[in-house]
């Protein structure tokens, strides 16, 4: 998901391609698999927490697996790039709808058929399972689409990406595992490293500030400035982390604890080159920062699952 507004600009739509469907290719790229793997790895982690067994559940684990990344998260990116085609027309142009790829209206078209699929596959997974996919969903549209749109709002949209892509995951995985709600712990886990996510959906803000500035969006980057949103993003993930580790020491989880611990110091440790730089080197933190970031969440669920 990124941050983006519509404009007046017109978005390019080739007459030549609109009577034709998109390539199966252009719709791939539209769903953006690359996105797929935080809410896929936040499943992984909820299904860990809960401590169960794999015997009997493979079957709700693949569909839980593909309901949170291809299926939910391909949505939303959807959902994400039809609202937002006017000023990707600006920020990027290349992308499948504002390049003419994705002709007329099938970017609308493929968000509405990927919604009903994932809340038929929720469906099937049981009646927590699709309550919980229900809600991603309509965070999926309540961020990009109007007039809800969490996204014009540079505290809003990132929360409810971080609420979603990691907590609802994490507790999908957890529920799918258990056949119920998972413990007050694993859901305070959850929810700890959700509000940390805020700061890693900042730092993505960092690559749309132009843009951000020519429609008028309010992402924190454009609000606070580049040095300020860089320094909050990292007070927000190092913050969700302390807390977790206190936690996990308080119910006895020392080695999770310990774990976590490392992997917050090594991310402080990469801290100052982001700062000195931001606009620099936030996509370099986000593939060193963020995969420590998402290592200490998988160590968390190891112990909470009484795995370590």
Excluded at 27 to 41: G, R
Excluded at 176 to 198: D, F, N, R, T, W
Excluded at 235 to 241: C, P
Aim: charged share 10%; proline share 7%; glycine share 12%.
């Amino acid at each position: 998901m990124e941050h983006s507004v519509p404009s007046t600009r017109t978005v390019p739509t080739p007459a030549s391609r609109s009577g034709r469907g998109p390539k199966p290719a252009d719709v791939l790229e539209l769903l953006k698999p690359i996105t797929w793997f935080p809410p896929m790895w936040a499943f992984m982690c909820g299904a860990v927490s809960s401590g169960a067994g794999l015997e009997g559940r493979w079957w709700f684990v693949a569909g839980g697996v593909l309901l949170a990344g291809p299926l939910v998260c391909g949505t939303s990116q959807a959902v994400n790039d039809w609202f937002d085609r006017h000023v990707d027309a600006i920020n990027e142009p290349h992308r499948p709808i504002p390049s003419g790829r994705i002709p007329g209206r099938w970017g609308l078209y493929i968000a509405i058929i990927a919604s009903l699929i994932s809340a038929s596959v929720a469906w099937l997974l049981g009646p927590i399972v699709f309550v919980a996919g229900l809600v991603g969903l309509a965070f999926a549209w309540g961020y990009s689409a109007p007039p809800l749109r969490f996204k014009a709002n540079g505290w809003l949209g990132p929360l409810v990406c971080g609420l979603t892509y990691e907590g609802l995951s994490w507790f999908t995985g957890a529920t799918v595992m258990l056949g119920a709600m998972p413990s007050v712990e694993v859901i305070a886990v959850l929810v700890l490293y959700s509000l940390g996510a805020h700061g890693i959906m900042v730092l993505n803000d960092f690559k749309a500030v132009e843009g951000d500035r020519q429609t008028g969006l309010t992402s924190l980057p454009v609000v606070l400035g580049v040095s300020r949103a860089a320094r909050l993003a990292c007070l927000t993930m190092a913050a969700a982390q302390v807390v977790v580790i206190g936690l996990l020491l308080a119910r006895g989880y020392a080695i999770s604890a310990a774990v976590v611990a490392l992997v917050l110091a090594a991310q402080i440790a990469a801290m100052p080159k982001l700062l000195r730089d931001p606009a620099k080197y936030a996509p370099w933190y986000n593939g060193v920062g963020v995969t420590l970031y998402v290592l200490g969440m998988l160590a968390a669920a190891l112990g909470l699952g009484g795995h370590i």
